[in-house]
């Protein structure tokens, strides 16, 4: 996949909102790989918001939010261990 191997401008920071919710698995494996890889290789700062455990277990720092609210966080995890911490999540208590 060469066309988002090297950006263009080369942001500090790239965002990306659910950047794999309307892919399916194999798209989505080499998508989140291109961004390690951008990130490990490159040393390119990356956010990514997503409600996927898999997605997830490819950062180095999952922060987990609550009602707009910093709730934990978890380093190096599984996505086996997110998947837990966000059913966690949702249980507790409006």
């Known amino acids: 996949m060469p066309w988002p191997a090297q950006l263009i401008t080369r942001p500090e920071v790239l965002f990306g909102d659910e950047p794999t ?17 951008m990130v490990d290789r490159d040393g390119q700062t990356i956010i990514m918001v997503t409600h996927d455990p898999v997605a997830a277990s490819y950062a180095d720092r999952v922060v987990f939010l609550v009602d707009g609210r910093v709730n934990g966080e978890l380093i190096g995890a599984s996505a086996e261990d997110i998947a837990a911490r966000m059913t966690k999540l949702e249980a507790a208590p409006c």
């Not at 919710?21 to 890889?37: H, I, K, N, W």
Request: no cysteine; hydrophobic share 35%.
């Open 21 to 37: 919710g309307a892919l399916d698995s194999q798209t989505s494996r080499e998508v989140l790989t291109l961004l390690r890889g």
